[in-house]
Each structure stands twice: as C-alpha cells, then as structure tokens.
C-alpha cells in the first residue's frame, strides 16, 4: 500500500499508511485528499497536512466548541470560521439553547467532498435548521457583516495559503468588533512546540485586541508535537473566570455526552506548560 507522508514541518513528519484511497484531487482553493487508514479511520489532508482523523477528531471537536459555549453560559448566537469537515458544528448543534449558527466557508468544494467521504464528522449537522452556510471568506465576513454573536469559532487550517489572514491582526480586530457584550473568540492555533512563532504572534495579537485574552490547550495525536494550543479572546473576563461548580452544572444541564470533554478538563486547560508561557510572554518583547 502506499504511504501518505506529511510535509508541515522540514526534516520532521508523519507517515500513514493508505489502505484506501477514497478522494484525492484539486479544488478552487487547495489540494485535497482523503484515505482509510487501519488505525485511524478516514483520513483528509490538505497541501500536505493531516487536518483530521476519525479516530481522535473528537478531542479537538469537543474543546473549540463546548469550552467556549459553556464558559459563556447563555450562547443563542455562534459564527464559525471554516466549516470544512463540519466537525464544529456538529457539536455546537448538540447545545439545544442556541437558536442560530452561522457558518462561513471559503471552499465549498471542501464541505461537500467531507460530506461524501466523511460523513461521521458532520453526522447530519450542516442539515440542522439553525445552521446557515455562507460561501465566503472568513475575513472578508466578519469585516463586513453587521451581525453580533455571543461566540465566535475560528477552525482554520495553519496559517499558510488561504487560511493565513484568519490570523491577522485584521482578523482578531474585527471578531472583537462582532461579539456581544460578553462574548467569545476561539481559535485553533497549532502546537507551539513545533510552531512557537505562531503562539507569539497570536499572543501578541489577541493582546492588542481583546480585555480579556490567552489560551487553552489540549493534546491531539493526529496533530504532532504535543499538545495543541487554542486562542482566546473576550471583551470582558467573565467567561473566562467561570468557577467549576458553575461549569460543572452547566456540563450537566446540557445533556452532553463527551468523550474527552468534562468540567474538570475545561478548567485544567487554561493551566499552561511553562514553555507555553515562555512563548506568550516573548509576545510583550516584540515591539
């Protein structure tokens, strides 16, 4: 069988094996490609990188959808940034209490191709009535759109090609712009161990941005080098100090059935390995 080698990193990477090829291909936007591999279930990539796994999607899943949902606590409004394999939204469509999702996509061709080839990711969502899809970029949206959300979800790629302005300043600025009073900003943002430049831009960024910002994280075995970092912005501190015992109630009101999400996690996340820190306060050493 053939091998499926990653080229994100320079002298360092993974290597699946293909024991199916089901999708490989160019859209208008990048190069795709989706395979079975015996341990990891369905596998796409994009240029060269694994986005995701059905084996360990849900980790990543569950922390940039229900952290920030049940930190804020009264979401009914939620924008998401790159529906792609429509695994976001599947679990923000699981919160009975939010009324509307809007999810803006860049590359069309991405959705449906997930949709056919990997259908567990989305599980029916993107078909929910709350759900509506814009065929845009990112950026150009939240620059123009006069609508509010209580939370908003970034789920891009890494930032190179088109996913790259959805970490600009520009970007984090006019997310700012659309949340509500209270409101959330949650981002993907890679594994600082091996992209520590992109944590300190991000720090440096979200600093200049949000009265309330940092990061969470969680390890995700698709994406290599340890754990994966989130990025946090709020207009205010309330999400963010939400005690346990309040999101432990929350968790339970919910009904939710997670498989790495729970409470305690949610909490343990913001807590920081030193060299995250090390890497957020080169952030202020910029100028």
Not at 132 to 150: K, M, N, P, S, W
Not at 226 to 251: D, I, P, Q
Not at 261 to 285: R, S
């Amino acid at each position: 069988m053939a091998d499926y080698l990653e080229t994100l990193y320079p002298g360092y990477g993974q290597r699946l094996q293909i024991d199916e090829l089901l999708y490989e291909g160019h859209t208008d936007q990048q190069h795709l490609v989706i395979f079975r591999n015996a341990l990891l279930g369905r596998v796409m990539a994009l240029d060269g990188v694994v986005q995701t796994t059905e084996a360990d999607e849900f980790i990543y899943h569950e922390m940039l959808a229900h952290v920030p949902i049940l930190a804020h606590g009264a979401v009914r409004k939620v924008l998401v940034i790159g529906v792609g394999d429509g695994g976001i939204v599947r679990e923000i469509v699981r919160h009975a209490g939010i009324a509307e999702i809007v999810a803006v996509e860049i590359d069309a061709s991405v959705i449906e191709l997930c949709r056919t080839h990997l259908p567990l990711h989305s599980a029916g969502a993107l078909d929910d009535p709350r759900v509506r899809l814009v065929i845009a970029d990112g950026l150009d949206f939240v620059a123009t759109t006069d609508e509010r959300f209580d939370v908003i979800i970034s789920d891009s790629t890494d930032p190179i090609g088109p996913a790259a302005s959805l970490f600009s300043r520009e970007f984090y600025r006019n997310c700012q712009r659309c949340l509500n009073a209270d409101g959330v900003l949650a981002t993907q943002n890679g594994v600082p161990f091996l992209q520590s430049a992109e944590l300190t831009d991000t720090a440096q960024r979200l600093a200049g941005t949000f009265t309330d910002w940092g990061f969470f994280h969680a390890a995700v075995p698709t994406y290599i080098g340890g754990s994966m970092s989130f990025g946090w912005g709020s207009n205010s501190g309330k999400a963010r100090a939400t005690e346990l015992a309040v999101v432990r109630e929350r968790f339970a009101q919910s009904g939710l059935r997670t498989r790495y999400y729970n409470a305690e996690i949610h909490q343990a996340a913001f807590a920081l390995p030193q060299y995250f820190l090390e890497l957020i306060g080169a952030a202020h050493k910029v100028p």
